[in-house]
């Protein structure tokens, strides 16, 4: 799902109400930094799945309708490394995954 190095664009600068489009054309993590206000970042994760989510506050998912079969799970944070858990869904109709503790 993510790609080895993260993917890189650079809209530069321009003025005030304009706005610029980009693709994210390829799979992985997409920074978005900005080169005035260090505080200012976002992520935009672009994954070779229909099988993605967020967490609540509490760190909890689901993900719903994933078909039988051998997965790997990926969880991403932008202040831990990346964390991945194989897992194997069956047909039960829920399966739980242990605890991913991430690091940083
Ligand atoms: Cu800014």
Same mark, same amino acid.
């Given at each position: 799902?993510?790609?080895?190095?993260?993917?890189?664009?650079?809209?530069?600068?321009?003025?005030?109400?304009?706005?610029?489009?980009?693709?994210?054309?390829?799979?992985?993590?997409?920074?978005?930094?900005?080169?005035?206000?260090?505080?200012?970042?976002?992520?935009?994760?672009?994954?070779?799945?229909?099988?993605?989510?967020?967490?609540?506050?509490?760190?909890?998912?689901?993900?719903?309708?994933? +078909? +039988?079969?051998?997965?790997?799970?990926?969880?991403?944070?932008?202040?831990?490394?990346?964390?991945?858990?194989?897992?194997?869904?069956?047909?039960?109709?829920?399966?739980?995954?242990?605890?991913?503790?991430?690091?940083?």
């Amino acid at each position: 799902m993510f790609s080895p190095g993260p993917p890189r664009f650079d809209l530069g600068t321009y003025p005030q109400n304009t706005t610029k489009y980009h693709l994210f054309d390829k799979p992985g993590v997409w920074t978005m930094l900005c080169n005035v206000h260090a505080e200012m970042s976002a992520y935009v994760i672009v994954a070779e799945t229909p099988y993605f989510t967020t967490t609540s506050r509490d760190g909890k998912f689901v993900l719903k309708d994933v +078909p +039988p079969g051998k997965y790997t799970v990926r969880v991403w944070h932008e202040k831990a490394k990346p964390a991945t858990l194989p897992i194997d869904v069956d047909e039960r109709p829920t399966v739980s995954l242990p605890s991913i503790e991430l690091k940083r």
